[in-house]
């Protein structure tokens, strides 16, 4: 059975950093790439970064470059979101899920999903 469970959410301050993590099978985790997307408030999900099974592509959300950083850790089965300088818009509950093809924004492209963690930055 394909779970995926996300951890790390919580409140922080602007400009704090914070690290997602989302543990998977390793079924899943082996031969599937993985995305992280974000939905916040009255808002749609929308895609923050994923990355290949290999970990040697990474596709991120333009305005997130350089702040956010996706990796994988296959000896643990878990894939991180590195989070640096929050600032309020990025409130949302995070989730990660798990591509049989590819890795891309697009949500058709995802199979399975976590249960999503809160991320609340707010002074």
């Known amino acids: 059975q394909v779970h995926l469970e996300e951890s790390g959410g919580g409140l922080v301050h602007p400009g704090d950093s914070l690290r997602l993590s989302c543990a998977a099978s390793e079924r899943t985790f082996s031969s599937h790439g993985m995305g992280w997307f974000r939905q916040a408030p009255g808002k749609e999900r929308e895609f923050v970064a994923a990355i290949s099974w290999t970990g040697s592509t990474t596709v991120y959300l333009d305005s997130l470059k350089g702040r956010f950083t996706i990796s994988r850790d296959k000896a643990k089965n878990t894939v991180y979101l590195q989070m640096n300088s929050l600032t309020p818009e990025d409130t949302a509950v995070y989730y990660c899920?798990?591509?049989?093809?590819?890795?891309?924004?697009?949500?058709?492209?995802?199979?399975?999903w976590g249960q999503g963690t809160q991320v609340t930055v707010s002074s």
């Open positions: 899920a798990a591509a049989a093809l590819g890795v891309g924004p697009e949500f058709s492209r995802y199979e399975y």
